[in-house]
């Protein structure tokens, strides 16, 4: 079966058609508002990753939480990482074990479908607090390090700034070691080669 290209889509004008922005939910800005923790909601333009939000926001890796829906065995938890770590689901699963004082077997990251059944929300619009979703919230020391942190607001284009204590408190978020930093390759440079006269 061939394989069908689709062309980026421009307007008649010849623009690309802009990404629609995603809407802050009302039910986080409530729930902060209720908590009477003091935050910041930041705009900014569509991002996908913690990666794009750090180099979009301008914020040191280790500022930017990563959001995780993770299931361990038959029950789920929100698993935040500095934006420069990968999960280690061996160091998740003793620190769960130790917390519930049952040895996990099986520590995975569900599919899309799954995560909007669980939490009853759409792709990409799973936030960082956890209580929102009902789900434990479990938080990388190395992101308690910082002392202000930036947090999914289950929007592309919106996330909510403030200081990793009070989100602590206020999501009764276990901390535990759980994260390996990412290993970044450097690029080699490649010099360009002379032409031969």
């Not at 922005?21 to 986080?28: F, G, H, M, R, S």
């Not at 180099?55 to 280790?62: A, Q, S």
């Not at 929007?155 to 535990?176: C, R, T, Y």
Request: charged residues 30%.
């Amino acid at each position: 079966m061939p394989v069908k290209k689709v062309a980026n889509k421009t307007s008649k004008t010849g623009k690309k058609p802009k990404k629609k922005k995603t809407k802050l939910p009302a039910k986080l800005v409530k729930y902060l508002e209720a908590a009477g923790v003091s935050h910041e909601i930041l705009t900014h333009r569509t991002v996908y990753t913690a990666i794009d939000a750090a180099n979009t926001l301008k914020r040191k890796m280790n500022e930017i939480a990563k959001s995780l829906l993770v299931k361990a065995d038959k029950d789920y938890y929100l698993v935040l990482l500095p934006a420069d770590h990968n999960l280690d689901f061996k160091k998740l699963a003793a620190c769960i074990s130790a917390q519930t004082e049952r040895q996990v077997k099986v520590v995975k990251i569900p599919g899309e479908k799954i995560m909007e059944s669980a939490l009853k929300v759409k792709a990409g619009a799973m936030s960082a607090f956890g209580g929102l979703h009902k789900v434990p919230v479990i938080i990388d020391k190395g992101l308690v390090r910082a002392k202000k942190a930036v947090f999914s607001a289950g929007s592309h284009n919106h996330s909510v700034e403030m200081a990793v204590k009070d989100f602590i408190d206020l999501e009764k978020a276990v901390p535990g070691t759980i994260g390996v930093k990412k290993k970044i390759k450097k690029q080699a440079v490649t010099k360009p080669k002379r032409k031969k006269k």
